[in-house]
């Protein structure tokens, strides 16, 4: 069997297949998502997903569904499933021998005297996704209908019946182009080939989206299909479907297919998934390289792009990947603002931290390549400028204070990663002294000081880590608690055991001694560290909530008051190792290789967004996240460069 194939009797137990979710994505920002029996449960699914330049940044639902049919005897038999009000239907799924991710999302069907097998993949810088069908057994005649459920929306939104829709179809070479509304382009829907097209203009009501009905939004959507095509195939023979906005030549799709699936590279391990992983999150195109923070819903989020970027692509030796990136986060980067594009939940969300993160895989890049005069060349103005800013209080939002440390003035804002707002106000106060963003602040500082050499920047900035070392342990350190404030406003210390101390005792320079990165280790074990990452609250506060489940309020308090995020493993693996050395290893394999039994769990082959705080530690939100792949591709590296005593 294959690494991640699920058998029929998995695949059959719909209550646990429906919470099993596959994608695929290519470099042209395009996407095609759904569950393991491809039965759509988010808004979000769907066969094509693709941005649209066209019309505006956004990202839109072109085709969500494609609804197979096999004919035998004059028995049509119905191999694709939908969830209605009350019923699911069509019931294909039982028809499902087995579904394998390995490399591409692959369904074998059974029926009668057939046995069928579909593939789905995408073409890498287009948007058009194929699916390819191979008749590997018929006993007798059999015929094909492919119906197409269109859905021309953008992918945060539903569509419903409306009379606006345009029910005229164009021919095209074994197929035909269809434009639902007039600000859209053409998806051309066409068959590798020859085929009799149907045209059987109709809307189907009511699929229901159990997933948005989880998160608290609407769950109900009416699809339009223009009909049907319909072909006869002999044994052993393969047919392709295209789904474009570009015509396609039908006569070299199968040689096309055949192309993309010899380029992509296996899902056959554990390393092999992560690696894979990886490389959904870059695009590239509007004029530069950029990370998706999560998959299947996107966003141009600044911070998750640069803590995921030195894991997505140093630890896998894509040093080239990683500078591209570098620079057009250098490009679009103004002072320490970076103004983030997120998904509709959170959009254009304010931070203030940001610009130290992009220092931090600066720094990280700089390590990796071991060429501080490449770094120099192209960082070294971005962050003299970054640091300027931070140090001139021009940006309102931050000011540096006398002793060094940064301090966040405005009670109303959630400028952290700690970013939830509730009724118009943070969720969690953090402002005044926050202790990651001046934990950062100082290491931004200590590493600029070996990357730029000039004597005016030597001497205005070569004071200032005395100054913060001593500070930092001042406004953040107990002795009598034996760890880090979250934060200090007005001279009042929060000691609420939350996890951003970590970054305290993880960072290449830190105010903390060794007794100190010890005991904050120590406090984060006991009461934040699970096997699927770090509590973001400790289960002793009232505060704490065990599952990430509810409305989109309660969900966004449950991921900071007690959720689990995998993405805080890396700094906690870094801080430990940095230690104990090689003797640590031990502890971080167990923590990595734990990890493994993600790849069947929720996002198949990735590691999801959050996981409740409760055991059995639920996955939960983005079925792939950029932060949480890269940690754990950095735990990785962490230990075979222990290993290996090179770090």
């Known amino acids: 069997m294959a690494y991640l194939e699920f058998t029929k009797q998995e695949v059959n137990n719909l209550q646990e297949a429906l919470k099993k979710e596959y994608i695929r994505t290519n470099r042209a920002g395009s996407y095609a998502s759904s569950t393991i029996v491809n039965c759509n449960t988010r808004k979000y699914h769907g066969l094509l997903v693709c941005p649209l330049p066209e019309i505006d940044k956004r990202t839109y639902l072109m085709l969500s569904s494609l609804d197979e049919t096999v004919i035998q005897h004059n028995t049509p038999f119905h191999l694709a499933i939908h969830k209605f009000p009350a019923e699911f239907s069509p019931l294909g799924h039982k028809y499902i021998e087995s579904f394998s991710n390995d490399p591409?999302?692959?369904?074998?069907?059974?029926?009668?005297?057939?046995?069928?097998?579909?593939?789905?993949?995408?073409?890498?810088?287009?948007?058009?996704?194929?699916?390819?069908?191979?008749?590997?057994?018929?006993?007798?005649?059999?015929?094909?209908?492919?119906?197409?459920?269109?859905?021309?929306?953008?992918?945060?939104?539903?569509?419903?019946?409306?009379?606006?829709?345009?029910?005229?179809?164009?021919?095209?070479?074994?197929?035909?182009?269809?434009?639902?509304?007039?600000?859209?382009?053409?998806?051309?829907?066409?068959?590798?080939?020859?085929?009799?097209?149907?045209?059987?203009?109709?809307?189907?009501?009511?699929?229901?989206?159990?997933?948005?009905?989880?998160?608290?939004?609407?769950?109900?959507?009416?699809?339009?299909?223009?009909?049907?095509?319909?072909?006869?195939?002999?044994?052993?023979?393969?047919?392709?479907?295209?789904?474009?906005?570009?015509?396609?030549?039908?006569?070299?799709l199968p040689e096309l297919f055949e192309k993309e699936v010899s380029n992509c590279d296996p899902n056959d391990t554990f390393e092999h998934c992560l690696a894979n992983s990886a490389r959904q999150f870059l695009l590239r195109g509007n004029g530069g390289t950029r990370i998706l923070a999560s998959l299947p819903w996107s966003g141009d989020w600044g911070r998750d792009a640069m803590v995921a970027l030195p894991g997505l692509t140093l630890m896998r030796g894509a040093f080239d990947t990683c500078e591209e990136v570098l620079n057009t986060f250098t490009k679009e980067i103004s002072g320490n603002v970076y103004e983030s594009i997120g998904n509709i939940e959170h959009y254009y969300v304010e931070s203030i931290d940001t610009a130290l993160w992009y220092i931090r895989s600066v720094q990280q890049f700089n390590w990796n390549t071991k060429d501080i005069e490449k770094t120099r060349k192209l960082y070294a103005a971005k962050v003299e400028e970054i640091l300027e800013v931070y140090m001139?209080?021009?940006?309102?939002?931050?000011?540096?204070?006398?002793?060094?440390?940064?301090?966040?003035?405005?009670?109303?804002?959630?400028?952290?990663?700690?970013?939830?707002?509730?009724?118009?106000?943070?969720?969690?106060?953090?402002?005044?002294?926050?202790?990651?963003?001046?934990?950062?602040?100082?290491?931004?500082?200590?590493?600029?000081?070996?990357?730029?050499?000039?004597?005016?920047?030597?001497s205005k900035w070569k004071g200032i880590p005395a100054r913060i070392?001593?500070?930092?342990?001042?406004?953040?350190?107990?002795?009598?608690?034996?760890?880090?404030?979250?934060?200090?406003?007005?001279?009042?210390?929060?000691?609420?055991?939350?996890?951003?101390?970590?970054?305290?005792?993880?960072?290449?320079?830190?105010?903390?001694?060794?007794?100190?990165?010890?005991?904050?280790?120590?406090?984060?074990?006991?009461?934040?560290?699970?096997?699927?990452?770090?509590?973001?609250?400790?289960?002793?506060?009232?505060?704490?909530?065990?599952?990430?489940?509810?409305?989109?309020?309660?969900?966004?308090?449950?991921?900071?008051?007690?959720?689990?995020?995998?993405?805080?493993?890396?700094?906690?693996?870094?801080?430990?190792?940095?230690?104990?050395?090689?003797?640590?290893?031990?502890?971080?394999?167990?923590?990595?290789?734990?990890?493994?039994?993600?790849?069947?769990?929720?996002?198949?082959?990735?590691?999801?967004?959050?996981?409740?705080?409760?055991?059995?530690?639920?996955?939960?939100?983005?079925?792939?996240?950029?932060?949480?792949?890269?940690a754990v591709l950095r735990l990785k590296i962490l230990i075979k460069n222990f290993e290996a005593d090179t770090l």
């Not at 590798?192 to 939004?217: C, H, I, L, Q, T």
């Not at 963003?437 to 590493?447: E, G």
């Not at 342990?473 to 939350?498: M, P």
């Open 392 to 458: 001139s209080g021009t940006n309102q939002d931050v000011v540096m204070h006398e002793n060094g440390l940064l301090y966040l003035p405005n009670p109303h804002k959630a400028l952290t990663w700690v970013d939830a707002m509730e009724n118009g106000e943070p969720l969690i106060p953090r402002w005044g002294y926050v202790v990651e963003v001046n934990a950062l602040w100082y290491n931004a500082i200590c590493f600029a000081l070996e990357l730029i050499t000039k004597k005016t920047f030597q």
């Open 104 to 252: 591409i999302p692959t369904f074998i069907y059974r029926v009668g005297g057939v046995t069928l097998k579909k593939e789905i993949i995408l073409i890498q810088n287009e948007r058009q996704v194929l699916v390819r069908y191979t008749l590997l057994k018929a006993t007798s005649k059999t015929t094909l209908q492919l119906r197409p459920f269109l859905g021309f929306r953008k992918v945060h939104e539903l569509t419903h019946v409306n009379y606006d829709v345009n029910t005229r179809y164009v021919e095209k070479s074994n197929g035909v182009a269809v434009k639902m509304y007039t600000p859209f382009p053409e998806l051309n829907l066409q068959i590798s080939k020859k085929n009799e097209f149907v045209s059987a203009p109709d809307w189907y009501n009511n699929f229901e989206y159990a997933k948005e009905k989880e998160r608290g939004f609407e769950y109900h959507e009416d699809l339009y299909t223009p009909g049907y095509f319909e072909f006869d195939m002999k044994q052993d023979e393969v047919v392709v479907f295209s789904a474009s906005l570009s015509e396609a030549k039908p006569k070299n």
């Open 469 to 630: 070392e001593k500070s930092f342990v001042e406004t953040f350190w107990s002795d009598k608690k034996g760890y880090l404030a979250d934060t200090n406003i007005n001279g009042v210390q929060n000691f609420t055991v939350r996890p951003s101390q970590i970054f305290g005792a993880s960072l290449p320079f830190s105010t903390l001694n060794d007794v100190q990165r010890q005991s904050v280790l120590n406090v984060v074990r006991k009461e934040l560290l699970t096997p699927k990452g770090i509590r973001t609250l400790t289960p002793q506060s009232p505060d704490f909530i065990g599952e990430v489940v509810g409305t989109i309020q309660e969900r966004s308090r449950a991921y900071h008051q007690g959720g689990v995020l995998l993405w805080l493993l890396a700094p906690y693996a870094e801080a430990y190792l940095k230690l104990h050395g090689r003797s640590g290893v031990a502890e971080v394999k167990r923590i990595y290789y734990g990890l493994e039994g993600e790849m069947r769990q929720h996002g198949v082959g990735t590691v999801s967004e959050v996981y409740d705080g409760n055991p059995p530690h639920t996955p939960r939100g983005a079925i792939s996240q950029a932060m949480s792949v890269a």
